[in-house]
């Protein structure tokens, strides 16, 4: 399964450079440069002659900076001057107005360094990038909105800050924005992102879910306890919001946590 870090969208023409990144980094006692590639020592000499003939290095590679954050390292990619990284596709709108496209819209991406490799996933990891990215966010007053691909999300800056916020302060996953739900043909209720996080998606079969918002309501709680105790391998019962008894379940192929009454 591919890494994905969060992208943070800009209007076009405002993302920032590496000195406004640096500029961040100085105001937050929690956060440092770690590494800046655009300060390593040319692998060349640009003398004065190859400057007015035009022969300058390629800089397109040190527009990105390492950035450490409760410990670990994430790179922030596509800052000024080069193109933004790739806008991801979006399905979902939570707290925005408009999916985004290349037309109004530039991106950077927070993503894990990689030191990280092999525990991108992992619950701590997922919570210190978060938590910086929020940081980003909240000093960069030109951001309008978050993308987080895996639940094909564009979640509005407003929103985002807070309910991270509430994550990490101790509170609930934010399943609104990291996850998502969609409509089954059947009329089942299904999530989208949560086999990012514990490698299974959430099923809610038809019969508890008629009522599409209590349904997601009980898909919000259950995801909330799924990201703190990973996959699901055997059944066990439930309690819902309204005292009615639920068997969660892995499906027969490992793919979904099935939810049904009983």
């Known amino acids: 399964m591919s890494v994905h870090g969060v992208c943070l969208l800009f209007a076009s023409g405002a993302r920032p450079d590496r000195l406004a990144v640096r500029e961040f980094a100085g105001r937050h006692a929690t956060v440092s440069v770690s590494f800046d590639p655009a300060e390593r020592p040319p692998l060349k000499a640009v ?11 390629d800089l397109e590679e040190h527009q990105w900076i390492e950035l450490v954050h409760s410990g670990l390292t994430f790179d922030l990619r596509g800052l000024v001057p080069p193109p933004g990284v790739p806008i991801p596709r979006t399905e979902y709108l939570v707290d925005f107005d408009r999916r985004p496209s290349k037309s109004d819209f530039e991106a950077i991406e927070l993503v894990p360094g990689s030191h990280l490799s092999g525990g991108e996933r992992t619950l701590p990891v997922l919570k210190a990038m978060f938590a910086l990215a929020r940081d980003i966010v909240h000093h960069f007053p030109t951001i309008e909105a978050v993308i987080w691909a895996p639940s094909q999300s564009v979640i509005g800056r407003r929103f985002f800050e807070s309910t991270v916020t509430a994550w990490v302060d101790g509170g609930a996953f934010p399943a609104l924005g990291l996850t998502a739900f969609r409509e089954t043909v059947d009329g089942g ?18 019969s508890l879910a008629a009522d599409k918002v209590a349904a997601t309501r009980l898909g919000v709680r259950l995801i909330n306890q799924l990201v703190l105790v990973g996959r699901v391998t055997e059944g066990e019962y439930v309690i819902a919001p309204d005292g009615q008894r639920l068997r969660v379940e892995p499906s027969e192929n490992g793919k979904f946590v099935r939810v049904q009454g009983e």
């Open 189 to 206: 209720l299904h999530s989208v992102g949560l086999d990012y996080l514990i490698g299974q998606e959430l099923r809610i079969e038809p």
């Open 47 to 57: 003398d004065a002659q190859s400057i007015a003939a035009g022969e300058m290095p």
